[in-house]
């Protein structure tokens, strides 16, 4: 149950940290969060791990966190804000790429005990990020037109842009969820394992992206409300919640 129970509080204090990033910083943090997020999540990834009865990659959490980032910016900033972090994002994964490389061009001291550890870990490195650098880009891109997809969808159909925003979360993050886990495994690890294997990495990471996604959606209700009372915005209209 370790690793369970790991991941479980990755969860809580990921998403937490989402939260508290946008009270504190607002816009700026989430694209601070982002950074951060896409940095780790790529060096995550590359851990294999068991649990819950699954085999399957670390770094979809962090990945999910990047999801909850462009939904918050969504539905409290904009669309332009949320694409922003896309952007912000694909940069990030770009310059690591190289400045990673970098690293390994180096003639160390004699007296270097790290570089060969080093050296394992960064050197599957460019596969890794750039299988993640067009993967992010494509579903990320996916999610935020999903998102507002939903949106007009259903400002439409019942006249309240702010009804709906579990469906607008949901409907969104879900879909490109299942594009992420399954161009992400087929991209970064095909001739690495075996069918059987990659399948099982795509169906554990796509269980885990069903959960985080489902998760997230009282995290936006939260980031909602602060943008709400730091805006004056009422968060109720018509006397009932808009859900």
Do not use: C
Not at 199 to 228: C, G, K, N
């Amino acid at each position: 149950m370790r690793n369970e129970i790991i991941l479980i509080v990755s969860l809580v204090v990921l998403y937490g940290a989402v939260l508290f990033w946008y009270r504190l910083f607002g816009r700026a943090g989430m694209y601070g969060f982002t950074v951060f997020a896409t940095i780790a999540a790529n060096i995550e990834v590359m851990l294999l791990v068991d649990a819950f009865g699954m085999e399957m990659t670390l770094g979809n959490i962090l990945f999910a966190t990047t999801f909850l980032v462009t939904d918050i910016l969504s539905e409290t900033e904009g669309k332009a804000a949320a694409q922003k972090a896309v952007y912000v994002g694909i940069a990030t994964s770009v310059l690591f790429i190289l400045v990673s490389q970098s690293w390994l061009q180096y003639q160390v001291s004699a007296n270097d005990q790290v570089y060969p550890a080093f050296a394992q870990v960064f050197s599957n490195t460019p596969r890794m990020m750039i299988a993640s650098l067009a993967v992010y880009a494509i579903a990320q891109i996916f999610d935020v037109w999903m998102y507002h997809f939903w949106w007009r969808l259903t400002t439409k159909r019942f006249g309240d842009s702010r009804r709906f925003l579990w469906l607008r979360n949901n409907g969104s993050t879900l879909l490109s969820q299942l594009l992420n886990a399954v161009l992400f495994t087929a991209f970064a690890f095909w001739g690495t394992y075996d069918v059987p294997t990659l399948v099982s990495i795509a169906w554990s990471s796509y269980i885990i992206f069903i959960v985080t996604s489902l998760a997230d959606t009282p995290v936006v209700y939260w980031a909602r409300q602060i943008h709400d009372r730091q805006a004056g915005t009422p968060a109720v209209k018509n006397g009932q919640l808009s859900l």
